[in-house]
């Protein structure tokens, strides 16, 4: 009964490196997200993917890369990591059934510092 | 421009009190608003859909309230409990397109025995 799986939980980056944050789906969801959440802000999307192979912009793509090669993975790439990308990084996914209706899921969260 | 609003930011309330928290929202053309739950360090977990036509729905201790006219949704908690320290997040889907969920940044709950 796993859900959506994020690793890792937690991470710290120096300034410039390059890491991946990794999420898993076990519903057959066609759809999954990146969202990052920030103190005093809601939820902004950064990619998401409507269905294997496609992927498109969020609200915040920039510094960021996307990769949904398995439906039930989507990885998200830091390429060269800032402070600014210090934030809780949520991984969702949904089945779309074209009322809209359908639930988000959402995984645990990476809580990634970059320093 | 498409924004969710949810107030208080913050609420501190004494366990077995109930409590109602607040979403306006400009989005358009709208399609349904969700509450979501959000434990600490944990993912938001959906509590409650209103879609155009519904004006309440409960789930358990939760009721929640829509009125399209005024764009104006809330979240009553009653008998609260110290589980429900969370934060409660209000998202507000656009119609049309694959993904448009406005999210609201939440209002942070604390129950105190």
């Known amino acids: 009964n796993a859900g959506v799986t994020q690793t890792p939980k937690f991470q710290v980056l120096k300034t410039g490196q390059s890491m991946t944050l990794q999420c898993a789906q076990d519903?057959?969801?066609?759809?999954m997200y990146w969202y990052r959440q920030d103190p005093g802000m809601g939820l902004r999307l950064i990619y998401y993917s409507a269905s294997e192979g496609t992927t498109d912009k969020g609200e915040v793509p920039d510094g960021y890369n996307v990769s949904r090669l398995k439906k039930q993975n989507f990885l998200l790439g830091l390429e060269s990591a800032a402070p600014s990308q210090t934030s809780v990084y949520f991984c969702?996914?949904?089945?779309?059934?074209?009322?809209?209706?359908?639930?988000?899921?959402f995984g645990q969260g990476t809580r990634l510092t970059v320093v | 421009k498409n924004q969710v609003e949810q107030s208080p930011q913050s609420l501190i309330i004494l366990e077995g009190k109930n409590c109602t928290l607040q979403?306006?929202?400009?989005?358009?053309?709208?399609?349904?608003l969700r509450w979501y739950k959000q434990d600490t360090g944990r993912g938001p977990v959906s509590l409650t859909i209103m879609t155009f036509s519904e004006n309440t729905k409960s789930n358990g201790r939760y009721t929640a309230t829509l009125d399209a006219d005024t764009k104006q949704s809330s979240l009553h908690i009653t008998a609260s409990q110290l589980s429900d320290s969370a934060s409660y997040i209000c998202v507000v889907r656009r119609s049309g397109g694959y993904n448009k969920l406005i999210f609201g940044a939440g209002t942070r709950l604390a129950v105190h025995p």
């Open positions: 979403c306006n929202y400009t989005v358009s053309p709208f399609s349904n």
């Open positions: 969702a996914s949904s089945y779309l059934d074209g009322t809209g209706n359908t639930e988000a899921f």
């Open positions: 519903m057959n969801h066609n759809s």
